[in-house]
């Protein structure tokens, strides 16, 4: 018998929304904490890392406002250089590897790869648990490298100065190492999982956009990741033993390791962005009732950022001692990049087109996501020409260029997501109204923090530095109170979430309407994911195909709910 | 099939609850090996390159190195693992077949190779610390010891074992560029050996533990023709680690 004449035959017997109580729900269904520690089940698993990321968000957060608070006055404001040294550092470190990376694919993509393949699990469940462990364990190196040590050299680890530095530095890169291998685990679980287990019905045109901005990234992560292993583990070799492959005194090269450096960390910079373009899709199409305008084109469009991040490493080092011959080549090729991340805002903005716009919160981050990552790339084609970036590099223009990407794109993906699939995660519903507030906090006070420092560094504020010129002054005040805007932002939106944790009232099965597949399941879903194993006859994004039935958003019509 | 999740199982026993056939667990299983193998060939590619940047710039070191190494013991060792390979392919064929006892024997084989292969690395390993040719900041330091040890029969030894390094290096010196001293980078040529061949090495130790593992469960009658999968993936890994062999043997040991 196929599976779709069982569902056929069992038709009124097994109802897919069917209250099962407790044994229908992941989070209650087994109970005591050795079924989270010990548990298969990617929902779980995924839960785990989503609460480890945001505890590494809030570290790595407080590091950033101690940043701005010390530079919020030319001078000494709260601590010394070689302090600010150290917290610059953690922050930049924490929130790369500890926070972005692992943030959506480990923890939104754990969580919804399966759900959204129609599966029950990921290829590789024993797999995805101990990289859930490694995760943990390398965790644990970072944070004894930050509480025995002294590591203070930036989160790129440059040679000379790091190969001379406090040897807390080897605890610190033995950390990201062990990190890397999280990654590569999680990445070779994912590409296993998109290639054999979908669901029948799902074909590679109906893949749902977000899987494949996972997808791309897995591949990133499996391809990239062992480079910067080998890295730190020479970076160590030189440390311990004097190997002299970057110390130019025994005959090596210190730009050799940023070569290094950046084979792994410029792809590295799109398994950071590529999910949170991946979780826009998922939006956009939601909040506008309509299919994604070119869908193989913005699928494809990961694919090439995916394969271009390989090629464009070099525009890091375009002060660092190339031939000019080679700065043509990488400047040229960093220009290539535009073309995907171009297509992909076309077919967004395409997609608003005509579409029955909702603006829910999550949709307000992918709007938001929108215009900063927009900002965040075409300063990046600034960075791209060979000329002006003579002036703008290492400066703050720079940072602010990434911080609109990383965090005007990638967080705000993040946390567009986590609104969203809230509810199906959960089964709770939050206060849509304090869900505007923290968004209007944290994007205007994103804007404030960031758009001064494309000002200062224009006009030649170098990064990481200590003090500055009494000119500076003001811009330098602006962005510390616009820190702390976004900080009061994350903060309500904290506690919103919380809240609902607790009180929150009950989620429908699909809240926003959406023709996703992972709305077609209950909130919070059974712990095989779907009661009955689902055949998908039409795409993730097939509105005009849809039933209303499965429109319906879980509310009856004389029922909203509070502050909705 | 049914399509409900029961909580009785359906198919072989062996076939996780997450896959519908046993076609599906192979082929997942099979495609998470090679995407993990791509992830092993980049790690050591960073180190091939590193190599290739050292030997473009010190290759009067990189010669005087590659003849202090013995061919001898290289090659055989490339013997060694070539054989193994094989020995690991047809461990696969038997379990496809269902021949258990063949299995068993071809992967025991396979082991023992494996242990061959490390016991010549140990001998070509303890010559080397014991003339103290070692990585950077150890090189000339017999044993380990930088500085002449105290006692009269130790610092003997001691003198002796660098005396013997001494003419070593001269020997491998005429027979490659006929100059005269120690080319100064030679400290880095054998951190890039000590580190190339040590990684591969612990490769060699890890598959042991795996091999071992398949063995057991084949001794426990866990494969058959349908089910075959570990066995399969084991000696995908394993063939990995002979490859990198194959690229290691000549690049440290034959290219003058």
Known sequence: ?????????????????????????????????????????????????????????????????????????????????????????????????LFIIPSIPAALGNFFLPIMLGTKDVAFPRLNLGSFYIYVFGTAFTVIAIVAGHVDTGWTFYTPYSARADNSVIWMTMGVFILGFSSILTGVNFIATVHKMRAPGIHWRRLPLFIWGIY????????????????????????????????????????????????????????????????????????????????????????????????????????????????????????????????????????????????????????????????????????????????????????????????????????????????????????????????????????????????????????????????????????????????????????????????GEKAPPNPWASAGYEWMTTSPPHPHNFAIDPVMKRGPYDYHLCTEEELWDGFPEDFVPSDR | MSATHDDHHHGPSWLAHHFFTPIQQFDAAKLGMWAFLAQEILFFAGLFVAYGIYRTWYPESFSVGSHMLDWRWGGLNTCVLLFSSLTAALAVRSAQLGEKKKTSMLLLITIACAFGFMIIKYIEYSHKIHLGILPAKFFLCPGFECVPPEGAAALEHWNQAKGEAMSEIATAVGASYQGEGIPFHLRSFFGIYFIMTGLHGLHVVIGIGILFWIWRRNERGEFGPEHFTAVDIAALYWHLVDLIWIFLFPLLYLID
């Open chain 1, 1 to 97: 018998m196929t599976v779709a004449e069982a569902e056929v035959s069992h038709d009124g017997i097994h109802d897919p929304h069917a209250d099962l109580g407790d044994a229908g729900n992941y989070l209650k269904a087994t109970k005591g904490w050795k079924t989270w520690a010990f548990t298969l089940d990617h929902k779980r698993i995924g839960m785990m890392y989503l609460a480890s990321v945001i505890v590494a968000f809030l570290v790595g957060g407080i590091m950033a406002l101690l940043v701005r608070t010390e530079l919020a006055h030319a001078g000494e404001t709260i601590m010394e250089a070689d302090m600010y040294n150290q917290v610059f550092t953690l922050h930049g470190a924490i929130m790369v590897f």
């Open chain 1, 216 to 503: 791309a990234t897995a591949v990133i992560q499996v391809l990239a990741t062992p480079v910067l292993a080998i890295t730190l583990l020479l970076l160590t070799m030189e440390k311990t033993l004097s190997m002299g492959i970057f110390d130019p005194a025994l005959g090596g090269d210190p730009v050799l390791f940023q070569h290094f450096f950046w084979f792994y960390s410029h792809p590295a910079v799109y398994i950071m962005i590529l999910p949170g373009m991946a979780v826009v899709n998922e939006l956009i199409a939601t909040f506008s009732q309509r299919k994604i305008f070119g869908y193989m084109f913005v699928a494809m469009s990961s694919v090439a950022l995916a394969l271009l991040g390989f090629l464009v490493w070099g525009h890091h080092m375009f002060t660092s001692g190339m031939s000019e011959y080679s700065t043509m080549v990488f400047s040229a090729l960093t220009f290539l990049v535009a073309i995907p991340s171009g297509v992909k805002v076309f077919n967004w903005v395409a997609t608003l087109y005509e579409g029955s716009i909702s603006f829910a919160s999550p949709m307000k981050y992918a709007l938001g996501f929108l215009v900063l990552f927009t900002i965040g790339g075409l300063t990046g084609v600034f960075l791209g020409i060979l000329s002006i970036d003579i002036h703008l590099h290492d400066t703050y223009f720079v940072v602010a260029h990434f911080h609109y990407v990383m965090v005007g794109g990638t967080v705000f993906g993040f946390v567009g997501g986590l609104h969203y699939w809230w509810p199906k995660m959960t089964g709770k519903m939050y206060s849509e109204r304090v869900a505007n507030i923290a968004f209007w906090l944290v994007f205007v006070g994103f804007n404030v923090t960031f758009f001064s420092q494309f000002i200062l560094g224009s006009r030649g504020m170098p990064r990481r530095y200590y003090d500055y010129l009494d000119q500076f002054q003001p811009l330098h005040m602006a962005s510390s109170g616009g820190a702390y805007i976004i900080g009061i932002g994350f903060t309500i939106m904290g506690v919103m979430f919380v809240r609902s944790w607790f009180n």
